[in-house]
């Protein structure tokens, strides 16, 4: 007997973000080593993304910065910006102290897509305190890169933020999907694309409402006529019925009358009555003896 034993193994995906690498401005090189992004939010009108960039291991000594940076990443620029703390021993003739700084650096990079290079600006601001002192130090940098490569950063949460539902545009006549996977040689961490089926919903709209127009009208149409001829033909059998005398009284039309009380028929010659007049006056006959009547 053969036993077959069937193994399967789970493939992971890994989705990265598309970074300009900077790397070869004089303050800091290497500057996005061992960090993971965060995806923070997507501005699809403007195709911006905004992520957090963190160390990826706990061994803090091999990452660019212990601190979380920000970045955000549109068609032409790419805009990073970090803030750390510093603590400096320091020897001020035989007392050793402690200098306190706070440092923010960015960096803001513009790039033409159509020559592929970019123009890089870094900017380095420190404040330190020692024994209520404060100073300031800035520091300012440009280099312009003349072939420009981009950085893969590991994306770790927020991937959802690059991906449009496609339930929620399903109460759409025109539905968009946005796909993430970010591409090496992109500086825009997803590409949108749109998909339109059919026509917009005000055209399929107008379009019923055309149809259904003469439908209703027509239909009212024969309720109409249905009517009429309804009527007439129940008006002539009545009429028939009334001649035949097959009508019961309760159909016939009731004649209204004024009521009267005490009524007595007359009994006897009925008198008729004609006006009084003093001179009866009579047509003049021009023979009067010639008299002839009616036979």
């Given at each position: 007997m053969t036993t077959t034993i069937t193994r399967t193994v789970a493939t992971t995906t890994t989705a990265y973000l598309s970074l300009l690498d900077t790397d070869g401005v004089p303050i800091n090189d290497g500057?996005?080593?061992d960090q993971a992004a965060s995806i923070v939010?997507?501005?699809r009108s403007r195709n911006e993304t905004t992520a957090i960039l963190n160390c990826m291991t706990d061994d803090l000594d091999i990452c660019s910065f212990t601190l979380p940076g920000t970045v955000l990443i549109g068609p032409s620029t790419v805009v990073f910006s970090v803030t750390d703390t510093t603590t400096t021993p320091v020897t001020v003739g035989t007392e050793p102290v402690l200098i306190y700084g706070v440092w923010t650096e960015w960096i803001n990079c513009e790039i033409t897509s159509s020559a592929q290079t970019a123009r890089c600006v870094t900017s380095f601001e420190e404040w330190e305190s020692y024994s209520g002192d404060t100073s300031l130090?800035?520091?300012v940098a440009s280099r312009n890169l003349s072939a420009i490569t981009y950085l893969d950063i590991p994306i770790t949460a927020g991937l959802e933020n690059l991906i449009v539902s496609a339930t929620s545009t399903a109460a759409s006549t025109v539905s968009?999907?946005?796909t993430a996977a970010p591409m090496?040689?992109?500086?825009?961490t997803g590409t949108a694309s749109s998909s339109t089926s059919g026509q917009p919903q005000s055209s399929r709209t107008s379009s019923k409402a055309w149809i259904a127009g003469p439908v209703i009208g027509g239909l009212a149409g024969c309720v109409l006529i249905a009517a009429a001829v309804y009527w007439w033909m129940r008006r002539n059998r009545q009429a028939a019925d009334i001649a035949q005398g097959t009508e019961s009284p309760s159909d016939i039309p009731y004649k209204a009358e004024l009521p009267a009380d005490n009524v007595t028929a007359a009994t006897g010659p009925v008198v008729r009555a004609e006006l009084p007049s003093p001179d009866v006056d009579e047509l003049l006959v021009r023979d009067p003896q010639r008299v002839s009547e009616l036979a």
């Open positions: 500057i996005f080593v939010s997507v501005d130090y800035t520091t968009s999907t946005s090496a040689t992109s500086t825009a």
